[in-house]
């Protein structure tokens, strides 16, 4: 779903371009790794319904500032 998101962020361009040109490395190459990486792709995966992982996405990228903690919880479990 992370992958999915990423996704919409990407090709809407919603996410903060001046904070990723000053900021950080590898972008290019993770927004190459996601283009496949469609809300379709992961409704058949996660059984979470493509628009509403567009929609989530949308959301996360407008929200501002934000975070999403993906290492505690239950991505600290195989399988998580």
Known sequence: ???AMGHVIVKEGLYDKT?????SVGFAEYSAFVQ???PEWAAGI???NADTIRRIAREVAAAK?????SWSG???H???
Do not use: E, Q
Not at 65 to 69: E, K, L, N, S, T
């Open 1 to 3: 779903m992370a992958l």
């Open 19 to 23: 904070f990723v040109a000053n900021w």
């Open 36 to 38: 496949n990486k469609t």
């Open 46 to 48: 996660t059984g979470i």
């Open 65 to 69: 500032p934000a975070v999403i903690d």
């Open 74 to 76: 239950t991505s600290h």
């Open 78 to 80: 195989t399988n998580g």
